[in-house]
């Protein structure tokens, strides 16, 4: 099975089509619910703009964390948070005007608009590993979303927090295995990141789907033994980990597409210099 999964890892088109299916799969529960709700107090935490400037903040956070003890690129990570700052100071001040203006879903746009610039440049400064991760948690909370819609209708804060248990999941199945796989390229620099890449994900796998499976039954079980919002919670709860397990089983493969034009090929040996030296003389 393990050998199976390191193929997949390769070749990468059939965990890419994994995730495509899980995405339609979750498009077509959110296409089913003929009538959508929002309860009071989800609209009000959508007009607050707290969701909004969460996700950004997040977004610099993971670009701090991973960008400087992942993609060793500190500085430029440090940079473009900063730089990224007086944005968002702007956005927060623009806010009661957008409120009172009803304007609210043009702000929340701005801001998720932000966060792609934020990821954009993130990319192409090298900091790919962190924008893989955070696109993966995002990923997760957008399936998350589509498959609960197949639970209830309404939107509410209960479910916001069931959904959050999704991204939270998601962010340490895949970031531990990225932290690890930084400590082994850095133990062994002269083999290929790829391989290290492979080894690391074979290795942390079997991990992941044993604490998966286990808070997976956790919240089926509790699921089973309560009513009411606490069921839906518990439902929610244990479709975000099952969600966050199936992704970071996933996330290997863009990984390693993103890291293959970055990855540095190990120093020349001793007698190679030697010989050019001599071929120069």
Same mark, same amino acid.
């Given at each position: 099975?393990?050998?199976?999964?390191?193929?997949?890892?390769?070749?990468?088109?059939?965990?890419?089509?994994?995730?495509?299916?899980?995405?339609?799969?979750?498009?077509?529960?959110?296409?089913?619910?003929?009538?959508?709700?929002?309860?009071?107090?989800?609209?009000?935490?959508?007009?607050?703009?707290?969701?909004?400037?969460?996700?950004?903040?997040?977004?610099?956070?993971?670009?701090?964390?991973?960008?400087?003890?992942?993609?060793?690129?500190?500085?430029?990570?440090?940079?473009?948070?900063?730089?990224?700052?007086?944005?968002?100071?702007?956005?927060?001040?623009?806010?009661?005007?957008?409120?009172?203006?009803?304007?609210?879903?043009?702000?929340?746009?701005?801001?998720?608009?932000?966060?792609?610039?934020?990821?954009?440049? @993130?990319?192409?400064?090298?900091?790919?590993? $962190?924008?893989? +991760?955070?696109? /993966?948690?995002?990923? =997760? !909370?957008? %399936?998350?979303?589509?498959?609960?819609?197949?639970?209830?209708?309404?939107?509410?804060?209960?479910?916001?927090?069931?959904?959050?248990?999704?991204?939270?999941?998601?962010?340490?199945?895949?970031?531990?295995?990225?932290?690890?796989?930084?400590?082994?390229?850095?133990?062994?620099?002269?083999?290929?990141?790829?391989?290290?890449?492979?080894?690391?994900?074979?290795?942390?796998?079997?991990?992941?789907?044993?604490?998966?499976?286990?808070?997976?039954?956790?919240?089926?079980?509790?699921?089973?033994?309560?009513?009411?919002? @606490?069921?839906?919670?518990?439902?929610?709860? $244990?479709?975000? +980990?099952?969600? /966050?397990?199936?992704? =970071? !089983?996933? %996330?290997?493969?863009?990984?390693?597409?993103?890291?293959?034009?970055?990855?540095?090929?190990?120093?020349?040996?001793?007698?190679?210099?030697?010989?050019?030296?001599?071929?120069?003389?």
């Amino acid at each position: 099975m393990l050998s199976q999964y390191a193929t997949w890892i390769d070749k990468k088109t059939p965990l890419l089509k994994a995730a495509g299916i899980l995405l339609a799969a979750s498009a077509a529960g959110f296409l089913s619910q003929q009538e959508t709700r929002l309860t009071t107090d989800f609209t009000a935490l959508l007009e607050s703009g707290t969701l909004s400037i969460a996700l950004f903040v997040s977004a610099l956070l993971l670009l701090v964390g991973f960008g400087i003890f992942v993609d060793d690129r500190p500085g430029k990570s440090l940079t473009l948070a900063v730089a990224m700052l007086p944005a968002l100071g702007v956005m927060h001040l623009l806010l009661p005007w957008a409120v009172s203006s009803a304007w609210t879903p043009v702000w929340n746009g701005l801001m998720i608009g932000l966060v792609g610039v934020v990821q954009q440049i @993130a990319w192409r400064t090298g900091a790919r590993c $962190a924008v893989v +991760v955070f696109c /993966g948690t995002l990923y =997760a !909370l957008v %399936v998350s979303t589509g498959l609960s819609a197949m639970v209830s209708g309404d939107f509410s804060t209960s479910r916001v927090m069931g959904l959050l248990c999704a991204g939270a999941t998601t962010l340490v199945m895949t970031g531990v295995p990225v932290f690890r796989l930084r400590e082994q390229i850095k133990a062994a620099r002269r083999e290929s990141v790829h391989r290290h890449l492979t080894d690391v994900a074979l290795s942390t796998a079997p991990v992941m789907l044993t604490w998966g499976g286990a808070g997976l039954a956790g919240a089926l079980a509790a699921a089973g033994l309560s009513e009411g919002p @606490a069921r839906e919670f518990a439902l929610l709860t $244990a479709m975000g +980990v099952g969600v /966050g397990m199936t992704v =970071a !089983l996933i %996330v290997p493969a863009p990984l390693k597409w993103a890291i293959q034009e970055t990855a540095s090929p190990p120093p020349p040996e001793r007698g190679g210099r030697r010989e050019t030296r001599r071929s120069r003389a």
